[in-house]
């Protein structure tokens, strides 16, 4: 019992790295973008290469490798589709999503198409070894993560770069006629977002020891949405709420064993009737927006 | 007198509707003018041209004889030409006070990347200079209200108090006595004829003919997207083709 707390206490951690960038992109900024999964597969499968080549790299090097690697990927996707103004980047993230997965697949040489990679070791923090077999180290040091990156997102909001993204997404055309710079403020944000969800692939390639293309399919992506609007966008304490509510209702299940007899795709139906329902009775989330305090 | 402003030739064209139509506009440095004509006269159409919003599809704009055409809004602004907008575009959901400071950002772009990782003074000089603003314009007392839970006319206040934080030299209004009464159009006429006063060029979109024939010394003409007069508040109101513009052709018509 206590291991399935953990358990779901690791996966709500990872879950929740993805929401927390999900909400910097989507809540903060206000761009539509629906390829969380594809970075976190970013960090996953850099994690995974790393990790089982001949010589694999401390964690320092590691993290900074996978926060470098999200990020860029974060800029291929984000500069071309970010001048555009509308809705061009939830069409060309959905794109890009299925793009990385297919390389993924087919891309055998690097990846082990549709096998994967297994056998990824365990990592070294100091002395301490984090390993999945050990599952309250495990625990603390996806929390750990979170935590730093929380404490972080938050200085971001208070900052003036947080006052300017949060103008960006009220009004793009005030905004840029005020002199911001949009562009390069969205693409930012949009690194930063994609760099989080890279992390948290990095912490499921070494929870699981194992990647597979499918783990990171549209649905995954969907379903970090799904976490951000339940809470409400741009909060990012109801972001951790609407993950724990997702997680539960999605993870638990499965980890009692019921999975049988409930079928798979009953998540696809429950979130999209999440959606639907919340956009109907409650668009601003559970929690909603927090009154900005900046100032004060 | 100095130019300050011109375009040359402006054209914007939306498929076979011709918007804006070879307008050579001249806005001259230290006054008021004023930009007038009926509804779809391409006055909205030629600011957003010259501010950067929309790309003319003929033409050149020349700020301080530079040619500025097709640049960014951002730089357009940097350079110092501040806008409103007809229909309010404030951000609704921030304070008025943070309103105020977002348009202090253009003046440390990269800084404003390195305030993730530090706290520097810039700050305290962003809102010292919002405050300023606020205060001139009488918003102070209302700096930690919600943009959009103001009043409409300190609504509309509030986007010329941003629009001037960004301290241009060339001031765009479109339509900022649209839904204000009388005694806050007195106070905006009063605010603006401060403004010249203190160096500042405006340029006004307007239909409320009290307050273009009081505070402009120079008013354009717009009809079709085409100049048809300019001239002195005097010389445009007796400008025949003015009148024909605005009350039809009829040759009785006399004001």
């Keep these: 019992m206590i291991s399935l707390v953990l358990l779901i206490g690791i996966y709500f951690g990872i879950y929740a790295l993805l929401a927390l960038g999900q909400n910097l992109i989507t809540g903060m900024t206000g761009l539509l973008s ?49 001048r555009l103004k509308g809705d061009y980047l939830a069409i060309a993230s959905l794109g890009f999503g299925e793009i990385v997965k297919n390389v993924l697949l087919n891309a055998d040489k690097f990846t082990g198409g549709p096998m994967g990679i297994t056998h990824i070791p365990s990592v070294q923090l100091g002395r301490i070894l984090i390993s999945p077999y050990d599952k309250s180290v495990y625990l603390i040091f996806v929390w750990g993560f979170v935590g730093v990156i929380l ?21 793009e055309v005030a905004a840029s006629s005020l002199g911001l710079n949009t562009t390069l403020y969205k693409v930012v944000a949009f690194m930063i977002g994609a760099a989080i969800s890279a992390l948290a692939g990095m912490l499921w390639a070494i929870y699981n020891g194992s990647v597979i293309p499918q783990s990171f399919d549209f649905m995954l ?66 929690l909603g927006r927090p009154v900005s305090k900046r100032n004060s | 007198m100095t130019t300050l402003l011109s ?124 405050g300023h603003w606020l205060e001139r314009l009488g918003l102070w007392t209302h700096r930690d209200e919600r943009a959009q839970d103001l009043p409409y006319g300190l609504q509309k206040r509030l986007e010329l108090a941003r629009a001037m934080a960004t301290e241009p030299t060339l001031l765009f209004l479109d339509e900022p006595a649209a839904g204000l009464n009388r005694t806050e159009t007195e106070q905006l006429m009063t605010t603006l004829r401060d403004f010249r006063d203190e160096g500042l060029s405006i340029v006004i979109i307007e239909h409320d003919m009290h307050l273009i024939m009081n505070v402009c010394e120079q008013i354009t003409v717009l009809n079709f997207g085409q100049m048809i007069g300019q001239g002195t508040p005097k010389q445009v109101r007796t400008n025949p083709l003015v009148i024909e513009a605005y009350l039809g052709k009829d040759d009785h018509a006399t004001r």
């Design chain 1, 34 to 82: 629906l390829c969380q999964a594809a970075f976190m597969a970013i960090g996953a499968y850099t994690t995974a290469i790393i990790l089982t080549s001949h010589h694999p790299l401390p964690l320092a090097e590691l993290i900074v490798i996978v926060v470098f690697m999200g990020s860029l990927f974060g800029a291929m996707i984000g500069l071309p589709t970010l």
């Design chain 1, 221 to 286: 992506s969907i379903m970090v949405l799904c976490m951000v609007v339940l809470g409400g966008l741009g909060n990012y304490f109801a972001a951790l709420v609407g993950t724990m509510v997702i997680v539960i209702i999605s993870e638990l299940p499965r980890l009692l064993g019921f999975s049988v007899l409930i079928p798979a795709q009953l998540d696809q139906i429950l979130f999209g009737l999440i959606l639907v329902i919340l956009m109907i009775y409650r668009p601003e989330g559970l």
């Design chain 2, 7 to 130: 375009t040359q030739g402006l054209s914007r064209s939306f498929g076979g509707i011709v918007a804006v139509n070879d307008l050579n506009l001249q806005i001259n440095k230290g006054i008021i003018t004023g930009l007038i004509g009926p509804n779809g006269a391409g006055k909205t159409t030629s600011f957003n041209c010259i501010t950067g919003l929309d790309s003319p599809t003929g033409g050149r704009v020349f700020f301080n004889d530079r040619d500025i055409t097709g640049f960014s809004p951002p730089r357009i602004n940097r350079l110092g030409i501040a806008r409103t907008f007809q229909n309010l575009r404030l951000f609704r959901d921030m304070t008025v006070f943070e309103n105020v400071m977002v348009a202090r950002h253009h003046t440390s772009s990269f800084s404003t990347l390195l305030s993730l990782l530090r706290i520097n003074d810039e700050e305290k000089k962003i809102q010292i200079a919002a």
């Design chain 1, 151 to 171: 404490w972080g997102l938050f200085r971001l909001q208070r900052s003036r770069f947080g006052r300017a993204l949060e103008a960006i997404r009220e009004d």
